[in-house]
Nanobody
Framework: VQLQASGGGLVLPGGSLTLSCEAS????????MSWLRQAPGKEREFVAA????????YYADSVKGRFTISRDNAKSTGYLQMNSLKPEDTAVYYC??????????????????WGQGTQVTVSS
C-alpha cells in the first residue's frame, strides 16, 4: 500500500508544473486527498485538499487562484496543477490521503498515508 508522487522539477518563476500522486495496493476510495509541502527549515504546510464525497476543494490562501487539485478515481491518481509559480513555492510536495474526511484537513497530523515527496524548485 503506497502513494507515489511524481512530476516535480525545476521551473522558472511564472511557469507551471503538474504533480501526480498514484495509489497502488489500495482502493482509491478515500474521501480526503491532499497535497502538503515542506520548504527547507520550515514546517510541513497544507496546500490543497479535495473531498470526494462532496466534490469540494480547499486551498491555502497562498496558492488560491494558482493551483488546482483534482483526482481521477479510475486511475487511482490525484493531481496538483500549479500555475504562476513563485520562488516561495519551492518545497518538497507530498500527497496524503485518509479514508474519512476530517474537519482539520489542513493539519498534516490527520493523514495516515503519505507519498514519498517530490521536489519543486522555482528559480531563475
Amino acid at each position: 500500500v503506497q502513494l507515489q508522487a511524481s512530476g516535480g522539477g525545476l521551473v522558472l518563476p511564472g511557469g507551471s508544473l503538474t504533480l501526480s500522486c498514484e495509489a497502488s495496493g489500495l482502493s482509491f476510495n478515500t474521501d480526503a486527498m491532499s497535497w502538503l509541502r515542506q520548504a527547507p527549515g520550515k514546517e510541513r504546510e497544507f496546500v490543497a485538499a479535495i473531498r470526494q464525497s462532496l466534490r469540494r476543494k480547499y486551498y491555502a490562501d497562498s496558492v488560491k487562484g494558482r493551483f488546482t487539485i483534482s483526482r481521477d478515481n479510475a486511475k487511482s491518481t490525484g493531481y496538483l496543477q500549479m500555475n504562476s509559480l513563485k520562488p516561495e513555492d519551492t518545497a518538497v510536495y507530498y500527497c496524503a490521503v485518509r479514508m474519512n474526511w476530517n474537519v482539520q484537513y489542513y493539519r498534516p497530523a490527520v493523514y495516515g498515508l503519505w507519498g514519498q515527496g517530490t521536489q519543486v524548485t522555482v528559480s531563475s
